[in-house]
Nanobody, 117 residues
Framework: QVQLVESGGGLVQAGGSLRLSCEAS????????MGWYRQAPGKQRELVAT???????DHADSVNGRFTISRGNAKNTVYLQMTGLKPEDTAVYYC???????????WGRGTQVTVSS
């Protein structure tokens, strides 16, 4: 069973930075892609960024230029570097793994990011 564990969330002032980490119980290269989603109170979960097994990345328009998804040197870690944080970035951030057959199948429990104005 794959397990994803997020860390790095917290409280930060607007304009600040945070780096989220996602550690998988196995190699992330076995997945089609890894991604970060977020869900704010009263809103639907939205995709923030993805990184494919080949290393290609994609970021939501709302975070493009401010957030960067990357992989660590270890084969089981994905990061989300967040800069220029805004109050509207406040949400629970989830790490997820996309499989070749079953879509976004594996999810972490989430880490809270709160941006104060």
């Amino acid at each position: 069973q794959v397990q994803l564990v997020e860390s790095g969330g917290g409280l930060v002032q607007a304009g600040g930075s945070l780096r989220l980490s996602c550690e998988a119980s196995g190699s992330i290269f076995s997945f089609k892609a890894m991604g970060w989603y977020r869900q704010a109170p009263g809103k639907q979960r939205e995709l923030v960024a993805t990184i494919s097994s080949g290393g290609g990345t994609d970021h939501a328009d709302s975070v493009n230029g401010r957030f960067t998804i990357s992989r660590g040197n270890a084969k089981n870690t994905v990061y989300l570097q967040m800069t220029g944080l805004k109050p509207e970035d406040t949400a629970v951030y989830y790490c997820a793994a996309e499989t070749y057959r079953s879509g976004w199948r594996y999810w972490g429990r989430g880490t809270q990011v709160t941006v104060s104005s």
